[in-house]
């Protein structure tokens, strides 16, 4: 029987980073795998400084990572797909037992959304989700 693993969403904001420690404790917790999805959309949608700067963000993470002796697999993802699709498509390739992503606190009146690609990944999962909220 493979290990269980754990998919969470990353991008360079607070929430991205919120969810990142989240998930950590989780594969901890669980004795999981960590598998970090960053999704672009690609082709003239992505541009060259940020496809850069996240190459060195992620490889940062895989650091972190390695350093916390946490097992793990990291993918940035270029499909042109939108990072909800991404995220739960990793999830069921996976066969992965938890998502976690971030979300914003919101207003009352923008209480009724957590905002597209958190409610996407919420529709989209073969999976329990974990939102971590900021």
């Known amino acids: ?54 190459t060195r963000l992620l490889e940062q993470v895989e650091s972190r990572l390695e350093d916390e002796g946490i097992p793990h697999d990291v993918h940035r993802l270029v499909r042109g797909l939108e990072p909800a699709e991404d995220i739960s498509r990793m999830a069921e390739e996976a066969d992965a037992e938890l998502i976690v992503i971030g979300y914003k606190r919101r207003s009352p009146a923008g209480k009724a959304f957590l905002g597209s690609d958190a409610q996407g990944v919420l529709m989209l999962a073969p999976c329990p989700v974990l939102a971590v909220r900021v």
């Open 1 to 54: 029987m493979s290990s269980p693993s754990i998919v969470v969403g990353f991008v360079d904001s607070p929430t991205g980073r919120a969810a990142l420690d989240r998930a950590i404790e989780e594969a901890r917790i669980r004795e999981a795998r960590l598998i970090v999805v960053h999704s672009m959309k690609g082709g003239s949608e992505t541009p060259t400084d940020e496809y850069t700067k996240y």
